[in-house]
């Protein structure tokens, strides 16, 4: 539901590893974004995008890298130099107006 | 940038009685405030947002009021029940800043029988 889906649900990454979470869109939304949560904290942009081909850097984008190739995607690749990735990683999207956002259902990220 | 406050960081309750939750911010320019809901583990899901042409929306028991002057704005619960504990998150946003939400450290609610 929501039209927003992320994949996978739980990931494990090897240290000096990168990884590439899932976000996908049929909401014919514009904007999409990408959220890091950690526990007891609030949400904390990482990247955004308003449109394709073109994203922006949010407040915390050192060690992650994003690609907007097409209007219903937007991946998140955590490189290994995201020192402490683990993380629950929340994906939404909006349209350009000002509006809400849609979240899809979250990844939770852990190094072992 | 957008900066936004939120208080308290944790709030108990008994059933039946009300929650407040407040928020700052610091863009005048910003002209969108939603609220957001947050089960343990789960996506944040929108429980009411205002737009800064308007000071007060309700929707049964849950209320926003906006105070653009102060740059301050709530959320109301009235009547809690145990399932509206919970994690609330404000938000603001606005053409000044690219349309994008800022948000709040969230309130961890729990309401107790």
């Known amino acids: 539901d929501g039209g927003i889906t992320q994949s996978p649900k739980y990931l494990f990454r090897k240290e000096g590893q990168n990884v590439t979470l899932s976000c996908e869109q049929n909401?014919?939304?514009?904007?999409m974004y990408w959220y890091r949560q950690d526990p007891g904290q609030g949400l904390r942009l990482i990247y955004y995008?308003?449109?394709?081909?073109?994203?922006q850097k949010g407040d915390i984008a050192e060690g992650y890298s994003v690609s907007r190739e097409k209007k219903e995607s937007f991946p998140l690749t955590v490189t290994s130099a995201q020192k402490n990735p683990t993380a629950f990683y929340l994906c939404?999207?909006?349209?350009?107006?000002?509006?809400?956002?849609?979240f899809g259902q979250g990844t939770r990220l852990t190094v072992v | 940038g957008e900066n936004v406050e939120q208080h308290p960081s944790t709030l108990s309750v008994q059933e039946g009685d009300s929650a407040v939750i407040k928020c700052t911010y610091s863009?005048?320019?910003?002209?969108?405030f939603p609220w957001y809901k947050q089960e343990l583990g789960k996506r944040p899901q929108l429980i009411i947002d205002?737009?800064?042409?308007?000071g007060e929306k309700k929707d049964q028991r849950i209320a926003v009021t906006l105070n653009k002057t102060a740059k301050h704005f709530s959320l109301h619960i009235t009547e809690t029940q145990p399932e509206d504990s919970a994690v609330y998150f404000c938000?603001?946003?606005?053409?000044?800043?690219?349309?994008?939400?800022?948000f709040g450290t969230g309130t961890q609610l729990k309401v107790e029988l």
């Open positions: 939404a999207s909006s349209t350009n107006l000002v509006s809400e956002g849609a």
């Open positions: 909401l014919n939304h514009d904007a």
């Open positions: 995008s308003q449109i394709v081909n073109d994203f």
């Open positions: 863009d005048s320019a910003s002209n969108y």
């Open positions: 205002i737009r800064s042409n308007v």
């Open positions: 938000a603001a946003s606005g053409a000044g800043g690219g349309n994008k939400l800022t």
